[in-house]
T-cell receptor
Framework: DQQVKQNSPSLSVQEGRISILNCDYT??????FLWYKKYPAEGPTFLIS?????DKNEDGRFTVFLNKSAKHLSLHIVPSQPGDSAVYFC????????????FGQGTTLQVKP | KAGVTQTPRYLIKTRGQQVTLSCSPI?????VSWYQQTPGQGLQFLFE???????NKGNFPGRFSGRQFSNSRSEMNVSTLELGDSALYLC????????????FGNGTRLTVT
């Protein structure tokens, strides 16, 4: 039972354009959501998070949107840069268990110069 | 601040052996979690420790165990290694406060032959 799903295994975007990565979840107990970026042979790097009391959170070029009724979140990267090319994971937990994250399968983003 | 440090980076073991992996969290972080990453199963939660006590446990067999010391450093142990235990093992730490994300180390790559 996959509680967090990233249905697009890969995404290719031109440099300077917007990258939109999507994530769906099924467990209505989740109330804390995060995005991580991962390069090969490295651990995931935290990018941005959002709690269920908000529907949007911004940090520089990264914005996360949360639609609780649809159980859907998305990460927008504007403008995309070649250095953003990596695997992106969304993750979820309930606030009482922030050490226990449930991860999606990841989306490989390629930003072309 | 130094990040999460995991040792060793690489390990090769034989089926039936046991292995111990080590993790030093970010200074001041009291929660330490462990994850397994494999190509087939993605990132899966193993367990979480806080103040030397296991607070959460994932769906892994009893061969996987861990502990946390008074200085928050943590170790995980896998006994009677199987080929399927070959994976990247990631440790993460957090401040264990509201909206406090996990920060990951670069992992230990375990190969079981």
């Amino acid at each position: 039972d996959q509680q967090v799903k990233q249905n697009s295994p890969s995404l290719s975007v031109q440099e300077g354009r917007i990258s939109i990565l999507n994530c769906d979840y099924t467990n209505s107990m989740f109330d804390y959501f995060l995005w991580y970026k991962k390069y090969p042979a490295e651990g995931p790097t935290f990018l941005i998070s959002i709690s269920s009391i908000k529907d949007k959170n911004e940090d520089g070029r990264f914005t996360v949107f949360l639609n609780k009724s649809a159980k859907h979140l998305s990460l927008h990267i504007v403008p995309s840069q070649p250095g953003d090319s990596a695997v992106y994971f969304c993750a979820a937990s309930d606030l009482g268990n922030t050490g226990k994250l449930i991860f999606g399968q990841g989306t490989t983003l390629q930003v072309k110069p | 601040k130094a990040g999460v440090t995991q040792t060793p980076r690489y390990l090769i073991k034989t089926r039936g052996q046991q292995v111990t992996l080590s993790c030093s969290p970010i200074s001041g972080h009291r929660s330490v979690s462990w994850y397994q990453q494999t190509p087939g199963q993605g990132l899966q939660f193993l367990f979480e420790y806080f103040s030397e006590t296991q607070r959460n446990k994932g769906n892994f067999p009893g061969r996987f165990s861990g502990r946390q010391f008074s200085n928050s450093r943590s170790e995980m142990n896998v006994s009677t290694l199987e080929l399927g235990d070959s994976a990247l093992y990631l440790c993460a730490s957090s401040q264990d406060r509201f909206n406090s994300p996990l920060h990951f180390g670069n992992g230990t790559r375990l190969t079981v032959t």
